[in-house]
């Protein structure tokens, strides 16, 4: 087994009959989550028939890196395997007042969208928490500077790996040390699990996938709206707005005449009109789907967001980094598409009952 996963009582039940259990249990959690430890022998405060013991029945990572890029901008970019050689990606994204990163959740992602080079590769399986929180500590090796945000935004769907993903969230919060409030989940919509989500009551920070306010827009872009709507997913998120008083995000998708439009941008200010928000414009990466998607014009960018900042809605651009690695969200592991799913057949939508 992995130590890395282990939360403070599964650490503490792998040693006992021990009489020392908790405290060692501490010890070692420190040096994994927070000290970045690779090897036993790191471990100096530990007895040396422990580390050897250890050492003997576990080992510190569930993940191997299969290989690692960076870019102009400082941008990092890592290939992951649980041992299966099914690559996931993450990236650092160091800035001036901060050092952000972007985990996957799942090998790939069942949900299918049309404009994402995860979704047309097709779905493998589920991560573990400590393969989720791996790739935190991973990267974290990688900067000098100590990681303080983190965005759910790599492959996969957190919210259909909801147990793995709350075990990670609790573990970076109670054992590497990242507050609650900089931990952000990005979803596509999965209303069951939004709720279930907000019952969990940690204050983190929700992001949904709109693209689109209309549901003839939507439903041709994610097959997810077919199940849940437009109308359903927003009073899902409104809810759970109001369970954890977190303002929520909607990412916006921009595709050339595709989600750009003025109507586009007026129902979409309508939509988040009295809803502590803020709209997250990001601009369509350039992914080959075969459907002839196009990034937009700068000045229907530049029109879309007067639109809504007419209309007093918050909105932010996404800052585009890491381009000459491929780094940018919904291209992550671009390179491997199809590699894992299609052997699974086609992309399905997983079924959950509502
Ligand atoms: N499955 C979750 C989280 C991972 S995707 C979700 O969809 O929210 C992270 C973000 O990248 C999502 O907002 C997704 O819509 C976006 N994305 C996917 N493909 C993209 C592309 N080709 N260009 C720009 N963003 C893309
Ligand atoms: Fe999955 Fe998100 Fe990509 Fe859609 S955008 S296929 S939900 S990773």
Redesign the pocket.
């Known amino acids: 087994m992995s130590l890395v996963g282990a939360d403070r009582s599964e650490l503490a039940a792998l040693l006992e009959p021990r009489p020392d259990a908790p405290l060692r249990a501490k010890q070692i959690a420190r040096h994994i989550y927070q000290r970045g430890a690779s090897d036993f022998d790191q471990m100096s405060d530990l007895p040396a028939e422990l580390r050897e013991n250890l050492a003997a029945r576990t080992r510190i990572m569930p993940l191997e890196v299969a290989s690692e890029l960076e870019s102009s901008d400082g941008v990092r970019k890592l290939l992951v395997h649980g041992g299966d050689h099914q690559v996931v990606e993450c990236v650092l994204l160091p800035y001036e007042d901060r050092v952000s990163c972007c985990v996957s959740t799942q090998v790939g992602?069942p949900?299918g969208?049309r404009?994402?080079?995860t979704g047309l590769g097709g779905y493998d399986r589920n991560l573990t928490a400590g393969e989720i929180v791996g790739q935190v500590l991973l990267l974290q090796q990688r900067s000098s500077r100590r990681i303080s945000h983190l965005a759910?935004?790599?492959m996969?769907?957190?919210l259909l790996n909801l147990p793995n993903l709350l075990k990670a969230l609790r573990l970076l919060h109670d054992e590497v040390g990242m507050s609650y409030r900089n931990l952000t989940v990005?979803?596509?919509g999965i209303v069951p699990q939004i709720e279930a989500l907000a019952e969990a009551k940690l204050p983190i920070h929700l992001?949904l996938?709109l693209?689109s306010p209309l549901d003839e827009v939507r439903d041709a872009l994610m097959p997810v709206n077919h199940k849940w709507p437009v109308a359903e997913v927003m009073a899902a998120m409104r809810s759970y707005q109001r369970v954890t008083g977190r303002k929520i995000t909607i990412?916006y998708?921009l595709i050339g005449d595709i989600t750009d439009t003025p109507e586009q941008a007026a129902a979409l200010a309508r939509l988040v009109r009295g809803v502590p928000s803020v709209v997250n414009l990001?601009p369509?990466?350039w992914?080959d789907t075969g459907e002839g998607f196009k990034r937009p014009d700068r000045g229907r960018v530049r029109a879309f967001r007067g639109i809504l900042e007419a209309q007093r809605v918050n909105v932010t651009e996404r800052v585009e980094r890491g381009h000459d690695i491929a780094a940018?969200?919904?291209?992550l592991a671009g390179q491997h598409v199809g590699r894992f799913a299609r052997r699974h057949g086609p992309s399905v939508l997983p079924v959950l009952s509502s």
């Open positions: 992602c949900m969208c404009f994402c080079a759910m935004m790599g996969g769907e957190p990005s979803t596509v992001a996938s693209h990412e998708l990001i369509f990466n992914v940018a969200c919904g291209q």
